[in-house]
């Protein structure tokens, strides 16, 4: 089979690169499964080292692709002619992939072999599991043309990851991937955050709901600490505790890089989540910051309204669902009265009732150099009073918007009159 290059030359392939090719398993092309390996989803492959090196000297045999000796035999031109999207360099990353496939007995991804120059590699829910994480990660850095690499739900665990790791630290090209529900643990957490700290290209991770506790906290304060083209943290769905937050809260605020973060679904409550927005207030980068479903309370949420009254920077603020009462709602209120640039705040689903919300909304009417534009009370009941100070409020600042629960509980002055059945029409008077 002949190569046309595009000064009109030709290169052979030979065809034993083109039969590891053709004779690799289940390559149809809708087939976008990756297999079930024959190991366990999360079972250590430490035995497969030699395998691994074998791959190695694969793809040194394969760097360079000899011309055809002549009289060999020579399929039609036209095929590659007409496709346009396989060179030279997308069949030996192919050869490479289904070589590496072999050797960890894993089925090739088909979609892998179809991603041509596309910048997004989508691998999401395809059950790829360590083995056929470390066949990818052999061939990963062969392909100069992924940026966003998504790996979401594939059961890695530690010993993929790992292996993942030790490609993304030395890709160039890939600066947003997403490992969430892998099951990385404390192990996969060391892994991939020592790999982003070798890689300052990387600038948006998603490791949401893995498992992550208060000892994979020391590996991402690590990373907040070291690496500062990290734009995009997604930490949420986690088991990060107390502890974690004691952890995070002085690297967030020492971290000079971060823009959003969202460590939503998680334990932080008590001194670690006092902890943690203190970090926030020392922080003078981030703008984002999501830390809903959490267990805040009213002394973390004190913490908040101090961090607010410092933070110049902070322009979203999601506490909903932080069991803030009305108490913990005022002195929320005390940061808000002098903030200068929060634009969105979310307090919803939080049991500070139509006292709390008066206090939060009092604070903002308070504060002539209020940057507001979303102040969010959803599924929080509030009465009439609430209503006319919204309105007062909305006179000063036209462009706010105050969202409040859709069905609010009105309690009337006057009672309903009392039902009385009418008496018949024959009855006398």
Same mark, same amino acid.
């Given at each position: ?20 090719? #053709? ?5 149809? #092309? ?53 496709? +346009? ?5 997308? *069949? ?34 395809? +059950? ?22 998504? /790996? ?11 292996? /993942? ?22 192990? +996969? ?118 961090? *607010?009254?410092? &933070? ?26 002098? &903030? ?90």
């Amino acid at each position: 089979m002949r190569l046309v290059g595009a000064a009109g030359g030709s290169t052979h392939i030979p065809r034993r690169v083109l039969g590891a090719v #053709a004779s690799s398993p289940d390559l149809s #092309a809708g087939n976008c499964k990756m297999g079930i390996t024959k190991r366990g989803p999360c079972e250590k492959s430490g035995e497969n080292e030699g395998r691994e090196k074998e791959a190695a000297a694969a793809a040194g045999r394969f760097a360079g692709v000899p011309e055809a000796e002549k009289g060999s035999d020579v399929d039609s031109d036209s095929d590659l002619e007409t496709e +346009g999207t396989h060179g030279l360099g997308e *069949l030996v990353k192919e050869t490479l992939y289904l070589r590496s496939c072999r050797v960890h007995s894993v089925v090739p991804a088909s979609c892998f072999l179809r991603q041509g120059r596309d910048p997004e590699l989508n691998l999401r829910h395809r +059950g790829l599991g360590p083995q056929g994480a470390q066949a990818l990660a052999s061939s990963l850095n062969s392909n100069p043309y992924v940026k966003r690499l998504d /790996l979401r739900d594939n059961g890695l665990c530690g010993a993929g990851t790992e292996a /993942l790791a030790s490609a993304l630290s030395k890709s160039s090209c890939i600066c947003d991937v997403d490992l969430s529900e892998n099951q990385l643990g404390a192990v +996969g957490a060391q892994a991939i955050c020592a790999a982003l700290i070798a890689n300052p290209t990387m600038q948006k991770v998603q490791l949401a709901g893995n498992g992550l506790e208060e000892q994979a906290a020391q590996y991402l304060a690590e990373l907040l600490l070291a690496h500062t083209g990290l734009k995009f943290l997604d930490l949420s769905y986690n088991q990060l505790n107390d502890q974690a937050g004691e952890t995070l809260g002085p690297a967030l605020a020492e971290n000079t890089g971060l823009i959003e973060l969202n460590i939503s679904w998680n334990h932080l409550r008590g001194p670690g989540a006092i902890a943690f927005a203190r970090g926030l207030e020392a922080n003078i980068f981030l703008r984002v910051l999501d830390i809903s479903y959490n267990g805040f309370g009213d002394p973390g949420a004190s913490a908040v309204g101090e961090a *607010l009254r410092t &933070n110049n920077v902070l322009e979203e603020l999601n506490v909903s669902n932080n069991r803030i009462s009305a108490v913990g709602a005022l002195s929320l209120g005390r940061g808000l009265r002098v &903030n200068q640039t929060l634009r969105s705040l979310v307090v919803s689903r939080n049991p500070m009732q139509n006292k709390g919300c008066l206090g939060v909304l009092k604070s903002v009417q308070d504060n002539p150099v209020s940057a507001l534009e979303l102040l969010d009370f959803s599924e929080i009941q509030v009465n009439r009073e609430f209503d006319d100070l919204a309105s007062s409020v909305k006179a000063v600042l036209p462009g706010l918007c105050i969202k409040t629960a859709a069905h609010r509980v009105e309690y009337k002055k006057q009672l309903l009159p009392v039902f009385r059945s009418s008496q018949p029409a024959s009855a006398p008077k």
